[in-house]
């Protein structure tokens, strides 16, 4: 079979460039058939992940995959569609609140298209929660973050951090530099030369499994029970 994603690199371009209802409707069935040979890789490569997180097992594209729309009801962007093409892979699905892993392909130098894992717009609580599990456990989660094949595979976090420690910790803390972390989040990004390859999805699939003790602590420490004070 053919590979779609050059094309698909040029619909992303030619939306940047006409990013219109108009231009959109003339190219809508160009965009449904992309779109449809971007879930099958995105199905295969959740039944990949299936493999070792059998949690996934009611999970497929059709459940992962996010609409091209924007949502412009709090945007100054009043552009109505995306450049890029998401997916959002989670135990329960990917509106559970959970850690979990995401991708995405983008128009190159619009966005940075790449591997994500990790949990993103925690609330206040949840938040307080994981600092605490973090300090508490401190010499697991380094050895997970740390471990040859995270930095090999996801080297950089992806996380907005605050300018000082939180509240109610010391300034000097040897963990301030997760303490100070709004979002945990590992992040790989991927070039074009990474979604030119056919076998893309398998790949993303076995990279996403060096995240998974990552994904793991975080899910665990969510619904730990947890007596700590402060913060």
Avoid at 32 to 46: A, G, N, P, V
């Amino acid at each position: 079979m053919k590979n779609y994603i050059p094309e698909l690199y040029n619909f992303f371009a030619e939306l940047s460039a006409h990013n219109n209802r108009e231009w959109f409707a003339a190219n809508r069935q160009r965009y449904e058939r992309l779109r449809k040979l971007w879930m099958e890789d995105i199905d295969r490569m959740i039944d990949r992940m299936k493999e070792w997180e059998p949690g996934l097992d009611n999970q497929s594209a059709a459940t992962c995959v996010y609409r091209i729309n924007r949502n412009l009801r709090f945007s100054q962007d009043k552009t109505p569609y995306k450049t890029h093409f998401g997916a959002s892979i989670h135990v329960g699905g990917r509106r559970c609140g959970n850690a979990g892993y995401y991708l995405d392909i983008g128009y190159p130098g619009e966005y940075e298209s790449g591997l994500y894992g990790g949990l993103w717009q925690v609330e206040p609580a949840m938040l307080r929660k994981l600092r605490h599990a973090i300090v508490d456990n401190i010499e697991e989660f380094e050895e997970i973050v740390n471990a040859p094949d995270m930095l090999r595979d996801f080297p950089g976090w992806c996380s907005s951090t605050l300018k000082t420690i939180p509240k109610g910790w010391d300034r000097n803390h040897p963990q301030a530099e997760y303490l100070r972390m709004t979002n945990y989040g590992k992040m790989r990004p991927c070039p074009e030369s990474f979604y030119l390859d056919p076998d893309w999805a398998l790949r993303s699939a076995d990279l996403f499994h060096t995240l998974k003790p990552f994904i793991d602590f975080i899910n665990y420490s969510m619904t730990e029970e947890v007596w700590s004070i402060g913060d």
